[in-house]
């Protein structure tokens, strides 16, 4: 048995722990909380999405984004559509460091109903090392 927010005389509180924890009260899934500006996005130009503040929870770990976050959509391809997913990323290293990046990942160049490229679709709870949070779909039109 191990108190775990109580102070012992050090500090031991894991990411594990916390995350569990905060897993059991939100959900083991992903979302977005109802803070700042709820990660609302607009598209402030043909390749840039500017996703605001706000916070998410990836399968118990708490994501900030405190300021306006970025994220280039590619170029499209001339007559073709191509789907985005822009992601909040996270990843775990061999050595246990723990962090989490903007990405946009690209799907395949198609005529009409472009698919949705792969994503990492796990769960940091089940000690996958990396994990995607996809949280808008970007569809391009020609270029």
């Known amino acids: 048995m191990e108190l775990v927010t109580g102070y012992t005389g050090t500090q031991h509180v894991s990411s594990s722990q916390d995350g569990a924890r905060q897993a059991g009260t939100v959900g083991l899934g992903q979302y977005v909380l109802s803070t700042g500006q709820k990660l609302s996005a607009n598209m402030e130009d043909a390749n840039t999405l500017v996703v605001a503040s706000g916070d998410a929870m990836m399968n118990g770990r708490h994501v900030s984004l405190p300021d306006p976050t970025s994220f280039t959509i590619p170029t499209g391809v001339q007559g073709m ?63």
């Open 81 to 143: 559509q191509v789907s985005n997913l822009a992601c909040i990323r996270y990843e775990r290293t061999s050595d246990s460091k723990e962090s989490v990046t903007p990405v946009v990942l690209t799907g395949e160049p198609a005529a009409e109903s472009p698919q949705d490229p792969a994503y990492n679709d796990g769960s940091i709870l089940d000690g996958d090392s990396t994990v995607d949070f996809p949280l808008y779909r970007v569809v391009t039109t020609g270029i």
